[in-house]
């Protein structure tokens, strides 16, 4: 017994490194290569240059640019930074911290680079490796049943901002809503879960910014800032090569994916458990990130010198995510190699029937809400919504679609939709918007306001998750 907990103990750690912790690192280092050259006030700037329309600015940051930072890096910059852009520009903190918190939401699922739908799917496949076609099918799963927050909350956001344009503000969430939707669905369907975020964040830029030019009012005023393309492009530089690589290294384009996937591929033997942990060195998207990362680095005029020293900095401002998430992937190891998580899965079905679909995304709201982290909260639970799902004999079709696979990662796709409404709430996450809003002390107040939002989130969730079915 103790050489297996011991050895369950290692697959965890092994499996928190690779990549789960690579491509933590690597986001981080992304977003701190635009701070070190400054291009991310260039960023910045050219938001606040669009338009003069509150609602539209502040869907724009919170929407769309909170949306890019959480696909490319999460970890609490997407509450962050527009929570400081809405602040500096004069709205009140308070205001600032929840749509901050209330768009930091759906692209959590998807954040740094597909990180929490990758794991959930690795947790629950039988190698310990999902299939591409599983990792597709969970992400569109995942999508569908968030699709209705994709339009409530943009307009939630916009009614927070501005009362008084019920309609003007519907027209907006519907236009940026779908658009969102349906381009992340054919990127979560067709090329995983590492660029539904990121793309969709892409689009939904687009579509605000194409609503602002063509319907919102003018500025009145003549010396409004304008950016050549070529600082466009070097303000970019670091998100749009790591777009490319990402793209290029995927399902974009199966011979270079299946060459990565076939060559330098490490194989770790564990002989008390009788599996093999497998790692791909050139097939994994931290690699993607880093060199994304590092040449658009280059172009913004940063050394390979200083672009180490900013590596090697994230690297030890990272060592207590690094012994959370070994401690919480280890756990899960743990509990699943002991039979713990089937006798939970017995006891919730015992509890709640053929109800439970209805209250799996709790499960995983739970799971963000304690660890603050919804990759965390797919490697606590992902085997338990799995077991749950055997044990109701969900192994048919959802009725979505139709898709293969069935309800099984129907219900686990419930975890992630779930663990992204809990992101609204989570100390982790109130803590950062109280930070950024320079707020100390009302992080209960800050909660309090969020609650309700989280609340509806959580059961709209439930309701897809439950008719789905």
């Not at 959930?120 to 209705?148: H, K, Y």
């Not at 956001?157 to 969430?173: P, W, Y």
Request: net charge neutral; aromatic share 8%.
């Amino acid at each position: 017994m103790i050489a297996l907990t011991g050895w369950a103990v290692v697959e965890g750690i092994l499996k928190a490194v690779f990549p789960i912790l690579i491509i933590i690192l690597m986001a981080i280092y992304s977003y701190n290569i635009l701070v070190e050259s400054k291009q991310i006030e260039v960023i910045k700037r050219q938001f606040t240059s669009i338009t003069d329309d509150k609602g539209l600015l502040v869907l724009l940051l919170v929407w769309g640019f909170g949306g890019l930072l959480e696909g490319m890096a999460g970890f609490g910059t997407a509450v962050a930074i527009p929570a400081a852009i809405l602040i500096g520009l004069g709205f009140k903190p308070m205001f600032s911290a929840l749509v901050s918190l209330i768009g930091n939401t759906v692209a959590t699922g998807f954040g740094a680079v597909g990180v929490p739908v990758t794991t959930l799917c690795n947790e629950v496949a039988e190698s310990g490796s999902a299939s591409a076609a599983q990792i597709c099918e969970t992400s569109a799963f995942a999508i569908i049943q968030l699709s209705p927050l994709f339009i409530i909350l943009p307009f939630i956001i916009l009614t927070l901002t501005d009362k008084h344009n019920l309609i003007k503000n519907l027209i907006i969430a519907l236009w940026v809503g779908v658009i969102s939707v349906v381009v992340q669905f054919v990127c979560g369907y067709y090329l995983g879960s590492e660029t539904p975020a990121i793309i969709g964040s892409l689009a939904a830029i687009i579509a605000i910014i194409t609503y602002a030019k063509v319907f919102a009012r003018k500025s009145k005023v003549q010396d409004r800032e304008t950016f050549t393309l070529a600082e466009s492009l070097k303000a970019w530089s670091v998100y749009l090569f790591i777009l490319i690589f990402i793209l290029v290294s995927g399902a974009l384009c199966p011979p270079v994916n299946a060459f990565l996937k076939s060559h330098l591929v490490s194989e770790v033997h564990l002989p008390v458990l009788d599996s093999t942990f497998k790692f791909g060195w050139i097939s994994n998207a931290g690699l993607m990130l880093f060199l994304g990362a590092t040449i658009g680095g280059l172009i913004q005029g940063l050394s390979l010198k200083r672009l180490m020293v900013i590596l090697a900095r994230t690297t030890v401002n990272l060592r207590k995510t690094v012994v959370t998430i070994c401690s919480l992937i280890a756990l899960a190891s743990v509990m699943n190699y002991s039979g713990m998580i089937t006798s939970i899965a017995s006891g919730l079905v015992a509890v709640t029937g053929d109800f439970y679909p209805l209250v799996a995304p709790m499960i995983g709201a739970i799971g963000t809400f304690v660890t603050g982290s919804d990759t965390s909260s797919n490697i606590l639970f992902a085997k338990l919504q799995a077991h749950v799902a055997n044990q109701l004999g969900m192994t048919g079709q959802s009725t979505f679609f139709g898709m293969e696979g069935g309800q099984e990662n129907w219900l686990v796709a419930a975890n992630t939709t779930g663990a992204t409404g809990g992101k609204m709430i989570s100390p982790q996450s109130i803590a950062i918007a109280t930070a950024a809003c320079d707020m100390e002390g009302k992080d209960g107040e800050i909660l309090r306001s969020a609650i309700p939002y989280a609340l509806l989130y959580i059961v709209l969730g439930g309701l897809m998750v439950y008719f789905g079915c």
